[in-house]
Structures are given as C-alpha cells and as structure tokens.
C-alpha cells in the first residue's frame, strides 16, 4: 500500500473527503469570484474605440484627419493612465479634431461626455417665446410640439422628432391648419431625433417624389461608393402646397437638418432664419469598457444639391439678423418676420388679438 508520510494513501483520501463534507457549499446566488469579468484595461478600450472609428467612421477624409496618426500620438498616453478619467482625457482629445456633435462618451451612470462644443449664438428665446405664445393661446401637444394661429396663419412648433412626437401628432396639427393662406414651421430649437420621422413629415409638403438627401456609408472601398439617395413621395389624403415659411437656426441638428434640406426645395416653401447646425450622422453607441460607452457615426449625408450637411449646415433662403431688443418682450422677431413674409406672398395682413387666458388649450 502506498503511503503519504506515515499515512496510506486511502486514509489520506477519507481524510480528505471528510474535510470537504464539512465545508459549507457556496451559495448559488454568490459568483465565483474567478468568473467575473476582469475590468477591461485602458489600453482595451483605446484600441476598442479606435477600431471600430477606423472601421465605420465616414468622414475622415473630409475633415482632414490622419486616423492612424491620432492613435501613434494618443494610444501611449492611454498605456501611461492610471485611472479611468486619465483614459477618458486621452480619448477626448484623440476625438477633438473629428469636432463632430455626433460623437460623445457615457459613463457609467449614463451622463454624457461631449468631445466637441461649438460656440455659436442661438436665434431663440425660451422667456420671449413663451411669452409671445401665451398671447396667442398656444396649444401645447405631446413632446416637444405644439401648435397656434398667429397674424392669420398657422404655426407648428417642432422641438424634436423623437417620441412622444410621431406622425400622428404632427398630420392632427396639419390638419388643424389645412384651410390657413399659409404656414410657418419652427424648428430653431430642434437638436434632432428619427429622420424617418422628419422625412416623412415632408412628405405632406410635396406633389412629387424626389431625393430628399443622400447618405454615404463607409464599405471596403469608400472611393467606389456613391452617395445613396433617400427618395421621398407625396403621402396623404392631402398636401400642403400653400406659402410655408420655415424658421431655422444654429439649434438645429440631424433629423432636422434632412427635413429643412428637404423642404428647401419645395416652390412654396421660404427657409428664413440661421444656418442650421451642421452635424448629421446617424450615430450607434457601442461598450467601451468598465460600464463607458461610446458612439460613433455611421454616415455621411448630403442635401439634394449633393453639397455635405456635416459642418457646413444647411442654409435659408432669406438670412434674418437676431436683434431680440429691437422688439417688445413680448415678441418673437423671427416670428413676426415670418408673419410680414407670408403677408407679402399671400396678401393676407392681420394680426390676431391677444388670447384670453380661457382660450390657452392644455395639451
């Protein structure tokens, strides 16, 4: 019989089996602490964000930036960082030449890191604005919408294209309108949401099926693949082919800048404001590591002329200076401009009497 020291090998074995008996079992519901996910080092997920941007990111070229070069300079940095926030500042700066409103971090507990803030003046005043409303007995609807009768025309306020606001808000609020001499739309503070959405909002504006815009995707051969078009047709029992009139500025992004690109083509229609912000990408958010996400752009996407949307912006027809204090501070001047502009074109002048406090309908 074989022997441990002075013990035979199958008593060492009880021994052995008893001991184990006697251990509590683990619990179920306790992990193994060898099965939990390691944390993700910083060089991990530097090369993670770098790859996927050199994979799908469109635009390089257009703005100029060596990729291969950013992650020679950064990724040392990244191998140099001893926290997360370390990691963070290096992929800030890495990304800060992209100056691409698409392309921000999240932490863990879900606020957003922007790698880029434009400095520009916005054509909007919440106060004045709301005060003008109040005057004209506003309705608001769900979301970011609502809806008012002002100087004998309508108005429709789009504040974003993303849920509660769908199709079903926006045609009830045409269709308020249908019989007015003519429309304004006011997007300047709409940052964006479903183009889909925006785009198909356009359909009520148009008799004819068209390239509302063209979007480029990254392929293996970029310089092989030609914009795609995005047609859009007329939809509805009905469309609005009176004077339009549509109020744009620096706060418009994204969807919005496809629905006024859109529209900037109608016949009927005036775009009468700012350049629009000048950021459309169509952005995935995707796991960085250690509970940080990223997003990346997908595409890169151009207005019926072909001429790129990113940076650039979409411009109006009619560029209108903002000199809120030229007017009362019940007043709105892009508004009130908008008003003078349809009463030139349709040769209905009147404003609409101050609303009764009764009248202000709640969503």
């Known amino acids: 019989m074989r022997r441990v020291g002075n013990v035979p090998v199958t008593l060492a074995l009880g021994c052995v089996a008893l001991l184990a008996s ?19 080092s910083y060089v991990e997920q530097f090369d993670t964000l770098w790859a996927r941007f050199d994979a799908v990111y469109p635009s390089f070229t257009y703005k100029q930036v060596d990729w291969i070069r ?44 922007p790698t880029y803030r434009p400095v520009w003046s916005m054509n909007f005043d919440r106060a004045r604005w709301q005060q003008a409303m109040r005057e004209v007995g506003y309705t608001a609807r769900r ?4 809806d008012a009768m002002i100087g004998g025309y309508g108005y429709l306020h789009i504040g974003s294209w993303r849920p509660p606001v769908d199709t079903l808000v926006l045609d009830a609020m045409l269709e308020r309108y249908r019989d007015a001499p003519g429309l304004i739309l006011d997007v300047r503070t709409n940052a964006g949401g479903r183009d889909a959405l925006a785009l198909d909002f356009a359909r009520r504006f148009t008799t004819r099926a068209f390239a509302a815009s063209y979007v480029q995707v990254r392929t293996e051969f970029p310089e092989l693949d030609l914009p795609l078009a995005r047609t859009i047709a007329p939809r509805g029992v009905w469309q609005f082919t009176k004077p339009v009139v549509v109020l744009t500025g620096r706060g418009g992004l994204s969807a919005t800048e496809s629905f006024v690109a859109a529209l900037r083509t109608m016949p009927q229609v005036t775009v009468m404001g700012d350049t629009t912000g000048g950021a459309s990408g169509n952005p995935v958010v995707l796991p960085l ?32 200076p903002w000199h809120p204090d030229a007017f009362g501070p019940g007043r709105d001047p892009l508004i009130d401009a908008a008003v003078g502009l349809l009463g030139e074109r349709t040769g209905v002048y009147r404003m609409a009497p101050p609303a009764e406090p009764s009248s202000v309908r709640d969503p």
């Not at 990691?87 to 992209?98: E, G, I, K, S």
């Not at 409103?101 to 507990?109: F, Q």
């Not at 979301?143 to 609502?146: F, I, K, P, R």
């Open 22 to 40: 006697c251990v509590p079992a683990r619990s179920a519901a306790r992990p193994d602490r060898a099965r939990v996910a390691a944390p993700r």
């Open 70 to 113: 950013q992650r020679d300079q950064y990724r040392r940095r990244a191998e140099r960082a001893r926290s997360q926030n370390e990691l963070v500042a290096t992929l800030l700066a890495m990304l800060a030449p992209l100056r691409d409103r698409h392309v921000w971090l999240i932490d863990p507990k879900g606020h957003v890191v």
């Open 143 to 146: 979301g970011e919408a609502g």
């Open 289 to 320: 590591g250690n509970g940080w996400r990223f997003t990346v752009p997908r595409w890169m996407e151009y207005g019926p002329d072909q001429r790129p949307i990113e940076w650039r912006g979409v411009a109006p027809h009619l560029a209108f």
